[in-house]
């Protein structure tokens, strides 16, 4: 599955691979569909693949602290019902390359 709305570059394989190695900065250039709620988190709003209808993205350092995503080493990608409950959670490297599970 690709990520349904970038604007900005194709599409990779995978539905968050697009977004972890984006060099773009949310909430400052259009088309970006993530936006940052504050430093490292991130949202994105719309169908996930696990039938979520939103994604909370956690990019952390290599010691786990919350850290903006160029600085990143890993992300958590939570992805949530219109509830609000969790429905996947998934783990990952960041890389400029994209999102490796």
Do not use: W
Not at 24 to 30: G, L, T
Not at 31 to 59: D, M, Q, R, S
């Amino acid at each position: 599955m690709e990520f349904p709305r970038c604007d900005l570059y194709p599409a990779e394989a995978g539905f968050y691979c697009q977004c972890i190695g984006c060099p773009v900065i949310s909430n400052v250039q259009p088309g970006c569909v993530l936006t940052e709620k504050e430093t490292g988190i991130y949202e994105f709003i719309g169908p996930t693949p696990h039938g979520g209808v939103k994604a909370i993205l956690v990019f952390t350092n290599d010691e786990g602290e919350i850290v903006p995503k160029p600085d990143a080493k890993h992300v958590e990608i939570r992805e949530l019902s219109a509830k609000g409950e969790t429905v996947q959670v998934m783990f990952g490297v960041a890389d400029p390359q994209g999102f490796y599970e």
